[in-house]
């Protein structure tokens, strides 16, 4: 029986070639896109996944409600998790963490390397397997120090290095340090990233942070002893934040601040570690959203969706052909049951066919794909019990009901009328014109976000920022050499280049640089009776001008001998609320008032995704600038680009030069929001082909359905134009219906979406003008091939058919 | 008696009238009868004939087959009746394109749950009794139609049935390829028992039959 059901699925795949490569093709690519984003998602979902004990770690977060709102932090002061460690029940392990980059010497050799700076607990805590040394308490010692093997690598060029000492620069001094244990490299689905892991009280900060409660600059991590609840712990933390904050609480109070519902000023919160990738605390409060994966599942959902709908429709169509053949078997005593199985067993052949292919050329187009969307998958995910299991439920899911669904209608046809070949057609043609609606509403939604998110990321590339970010070069100040030293010894060496315009440093990069690391400062203080907030920026006296920033009052720094003065921008000139801002004096330190000179116009100085906020410019030498800045002629920028690396490595010539211009920084930042949009356009260019392989295929199948109407139409005068009418509108219906259902949905989308950023484009309505339009083009085009040659077919051969 | 119709009523709904194809047969068929249903274009003869097949309903009556009461049984029982009694012969063959006249015979066979080898055997019977074994590999639309039917009534039969119902079953042959298949059918009749009822349009071919049922606007008359 199976050999026979089998006989015949091959004989028809074999007779309807056309249809059934469109349909092979269509539900082999779909597979392959749905696995490789599948995988995609499901790599994003599992960050942070492999920590043992990941279940019980949490991330420390402070919030605190602010005159102006809630605020949430993740940095905490030095004293905190040793203390609660003391005080409170229920912590197993806790550890402080810095993350940071710092150059090791071994030798001769200067290495820049990713460093974090953690307490003891650390290596509890957290699974990073350690292979050589140490096992036990790899940070016994304060001068110990856990190389990954690739940051020994680097820098020793051997993992075989336990036991050898080397330097870190601290504070611009080289320490010694020994290295005690070498640890497995660090999976790509972590958050937490490092070369080189040292003891928290070796950091450059800590001597002078280490009473202080109100100097916040690391991260904590806290393990809960089993049976603890993140809940209960928050709750109980309360009156240690009332005994530790509780000037702070005080100042909150009488700011004007207003209570949480719980009548708090400031909470310990902990975000579970699981979570840590997915949070944002943009709003001032602890957001989990796991948004972007999803909508990763969703479009590989999506478009399998349509390839099923081709099928679907397409089955239902060729049952026409078919009538004949149900209605014999039925004659022969075939029961609906065995009929059923006939049917869908065929489609379970171009299934697992589809499939197959689907698998194959989704591993063998992995690593385009990796490069294409920056994702760190590999095969061995494809292959994890988890991505199988969900794999063969899906397509064990699509062939039930994918398969089942034109089966399950051929099996229910009745017998005479199978054998007169007529078909009650009306409900079938209802069932695939919805679902063909649904198709194109899919395809135009996804157009509509192609559009919306490009001219977003357009505008955010070239919106003006305030800053010069075409002529400016930064470059992170990662030699030996002081940082302002540095800076100075730049501005001599170029200062006889006629192509070089300034020189600066500051300790802050705009944009994501090639070393690709971001920090920010900020700075809270007395002022007139109540607490200002301001971010925080140590720079040169050339910073200014370097940058391009435009001043709106008041003076620039002029000289180094400025450094008792700041200069700050204008959202911090409203934050103080003085009629002339130049007339402020800052208390930043206790007891040393520090006169505002002038008022720089505002500048984006964070991502477009946040408005802007206040800014002060300080100039210190006692701390570290970290960032150099170099403005260029605008001609022959390549050269002076090449001349600024020259003047470097004279300079510092065993450090990598790490420059690159501002506007290339920038646009580092968008590249979640550029893969996203990559996927998303990918994801719609299928759709819609897809979509339109399966308005070819019935339009195909259609025109043959109506031949004997075409040809009599013919022979009683219609015109070829005419007949391409009919036969074309009835599909044009449908596009347009879909554009109707969509376009309502897609504004909805992406009005959610834009919220997200500060600084956003108008949803225009050329938007959906637009994706409708292609929607409806590419549409009549597929149809159109087949209609006109069908039209213009000769009346005699056409009526022939009967 | 192999089958028995009582006051056999079907209508059609059409602009809220009731319009009768079948209106108060009876029928009584013994075991080796040769019956012949005429009757002019719309007269309800192969209405009749799927009604007796159990192929299509009937909105009134009783109907026995074997002493089973057709009309008080589940659909899957019914096709279990006919497709162990009643072999179907008709006048588009009807036979399955993409099978070759080898895998047609053996298809109601397969229905039938029957073993492979007893398969081949009957299958292979089947191809000798009617001299097409050197046609077993081609597909229907290599054969004329006199040989497409050959293998219809092949298929029929090989079924071992009771009953065979043909509708016009020489309607598109010619007269000598006529003639062939209705010898066949006298022979089939005579000499192996096998009930037949027809429905046909030519006298000539009515005379074969032992019996010749006329219909009229759906009545028996």
């Given at each position: ?69 809630p ?33 090791a010497?071994?030798?001769?050799k200067?290495?820049?390397m ?41 820098l020793?060029g ?17 320490k ?21 892991a ?44 009332d005994?530790?904050?509780g ?33 944002s ?19 590989a ?14 089955s ?44 194959v ?6 690593n ?28 064990l ?26 078909l ?27 559009l ?24 992170p ?60 920026l ?32 204008e ?8 009629q ?21 116009k505002?500048y ?7 408005a ?16 150099g ?7 022959n ?40 949009a ?15 392989m ?109 | ?59 009134e ?27 179907f ?23 039938k ?55 016009e ?12 298949i ?40």
């Open positions: 029986m199976i050999k026979n059901y089998l006989k015949i699925a091959w004989r028809n795949l074999l007779k309807d070639k056309v249809n059934i490569s469109l349909n092979i093709t269509g539900l082999s690519v779909a597979c392959a896109v749905a696995i490789l984003l599948g995988m995609s998602a499901m790599f994003q979902l599992s960050y942070d996944g492999f920590h043992e004990r990941g279940e019980s770690i949490y991330k420390m977060v402070r919030t605190e409600q602010t005159p102006k709102g605020k949430a932090g993740t940095v905490h002061a030095a004293p905190l998790a040793p203390t609660l460690e003391a005080e409170m029940t229920g912590v197993k392990h806790i550890s402080r963490m810095v993350q940071d980059g710092t150059l010497l071994f030798g001769e200067e290495v820049n990713d460093i974090v700076w953690v307490d003891q607990d650390f290596f509890s805590m957290f699974s990073f397997p350690v292979l050589h040394g140490n096992e036990k308490e790899p940070l016994a010692d304060l001068n110990d120090v856990v190389f990954t093997e690739e940051g020994a690598q680097k020793f051997s993992t075989d290095v336990v036991g050898k000492t080397f330097n870190l620069m601290v504070n611009g001094e080289e010694p340090f020994t290295v005690s244990a070498i640890a497995k490299d660090i999976v790509p689905q972590s958050n937490l990233d490092f070369q080189i040292a003891r928290f009280e070796s950091h450059r900060e800590y001597n002078e942070a280490k009473e202080q409660w109100d100097r916040q600059y690391h991260e904590v991590f806290v393990e809960l002893k089993q049976g603890v609840l993140a809940s209960s712990f928050e709750q109980s933390s309360r009156s240690f934040v005994l530790y904050y000037e702070g609480i005080e100042r909150l109070k009488r700011d004007g601040a207003t209570a949480d519902e719980n009548g708090r000023f400031i909470n310990l919160e902990l975000v579970p570690l699981k979570d840590v990738h997915f949070a605390f943009k709003n001032g409060t602890v957001e989990v959203s796991r948004s972007r994966p999803y909508l990763i599942f969703g479009v959902l999506l478009i399998l969706f349509i390839a099923c709908i081709n099928y679907i429709n397409m239902i169509a060729k049952t026409a052909k078919r009538l004949k053949e149900i209605g014999m078997r039925k004659t022969l005593g075939a029961q609906k049951k065995q009929l059923f199985f006939q049917f869908w067993s065929e489609s379970l052949f171009v299934f697992i066919i589809s499939i197959s292919i689907g698998v050329l989704s591993l063998v187009f992995l385009d794909f990796k490069s294409m969307f920056n994702t760190q998958i590999s095969s061995s995910m494809f292959w994890s019990p988890m991505f199988l299991a969900g794999l063969l439920l899906s397509i899911a699509i062939t039930v009901v994918v398969g089942g669904y034109p089966a399950l209608l051929m099996s229910r046809l009745g017998t005479i009328q199978s054998l007169k070949g007529k009650e057609s009306s409900g079938n043609n209802q069932v695939r014109n919805v679902l063909m609606v649904f198709q194109f509403s899919i395809a135009i939604i996804m157009i509509v976000g192609t919306v998110l490009w001219s977003q990321i357009d505008y955010m590339r070239n919106k003006d920022l305030g800053f010069d970010k075409e002529q400016v070069v930064s470059f100040l990662n030699g030996k050499r002081n940082s302002h030293d540095m800076v100075d010894l730049l501005r001599d060496e170029l200062s006889g280049n006629a192509e070089i315009v300034s020189v600066s440093g500051s300790d802050s990069n705009l944009g994501l640089g090639k070393d690709g690391s971001r920090s920010s400062s900020g700075i809270g203080f007395e002022y007139k009776g109540r607490i200002v907030m301001t971010n925080f140590i720079v040169d006296h050339e910073y200014v001008q370097t940058l391009g920033l435009n001043m709106v009052a008041g003076r620039n720094f002029e000289s180094a001998a400025d450094s008792l003065g700041v200069v700050i921008n959202s911090m000139a409203k934050e103080l609320g003085e002339d801002p130049l007339t402020s004096q800052l208390e930043i330190e206790d007891g040393i008032f520090y006169p505002v000179l002038g008022v720089v505002d984006n100085f964070k991502d477009l995704d946040r802007i906020a206040p800014m002060t410019f300080f100039m210190s030498r006692q701390q570290d600038l970290t960032y800045f170099v403005k260029v002629a605008p001609t920028m390549a050269n002076s680009f090449v001349a600024l690396e020259n003047a470097w490595k004279k300079l510092e010539p065993n450090a990598d030069f790490l420059g690159s211009f501002l506007n290339e920084n920038i646009d580092r930042t968008f590249r979640q929001e550029k893969t996203t990559k996927m998303i356009s990918s994801g719609s260019l299928l759709a819609i082909v897809l979509s339109c399966g308005l070819f295929a019935m339009s195909l199948l259609i025109v043959q359905q109506r031949t004997k109407e075409i040809g009599v139409r013919k022979v009683i005068g219609a015109s070829v134009g005419s007949i391409t009418y009919i036969l074309t509108k009835d599909f044009l219906k449908l596009v347009l219906l879909a554009f109707i259902i969509a376009s309502p949905l897609s504004w909805y989308i992406l009005k959610e979406w834009l919220q997200n950023y500060t600084y956003r484009i108008d949803l225009s309505v050329w938007f959906f003008a637009g994706a409708g339009a292609i929607a409806v083009v590419i549409a009549m085009l597929t149809i159109g091939t087949r209609t006109i040659r069908a039209a213009r077919a000769n009346p005699v051969k056409s009526l022939r058919t009967e | 008696m192999l089958l028995q119709l009582r006051n056999i009523f079907k209508w059609v709904q059409q602009g809220g009238q009731r319009v009768f194809l079948l209106k108060d047969i009876n029928l009584e068929v013994q075991e080796g009868e040769f019956i012949s249903i005429m009757g002019p274009s719309g007269s309800g003869k192969s209405t009749l004939l799927n009604v007796i097949g159990m192929l299509d309903t009937f909105d009556g009783e109907y026995d087959f074997l002493s089973e009461s057709v009309h008080t049984l589940k659909e899957k029982y019914r096709s279990n009746l006919y497709k162990e009694y009643i072999g012969v008709f006048q588009s063959y009807h036979l399955l394109d993409d099978l070759t006249v080898e895998e047609n015979l053996e298809m109601p066979l397969l229905y749950n029957i073993k492979g080898s007893e398969r081949k055997a009957l299958v292979a019977d089947m191809l000798d009794r009617f001299n097409i074994v050197g046609k077993k590999d081609l597909f229907p639309a290599q054969l004329s139609g006199g040989q497409q039917q050959l293998v219809g009534v092949a298929r029929a039969l090989i079924g071992k049935p009771k009953l065979i119902l043909a509708d079953p020489t309607g598109n042959l010619n007269s000598q390829q006529s003639e062939e209705m010898q066949l059918f006298k022979k089939l009749n005579e000499e192996e028992g096998v009930t037949i009822i027809q429905v046909t349009h030519s006298e000539k071919n009515a005379e074969y039959g032992s019996r010749i049922i006329n219909l009229l606007d759906g009545r028996k008359i």
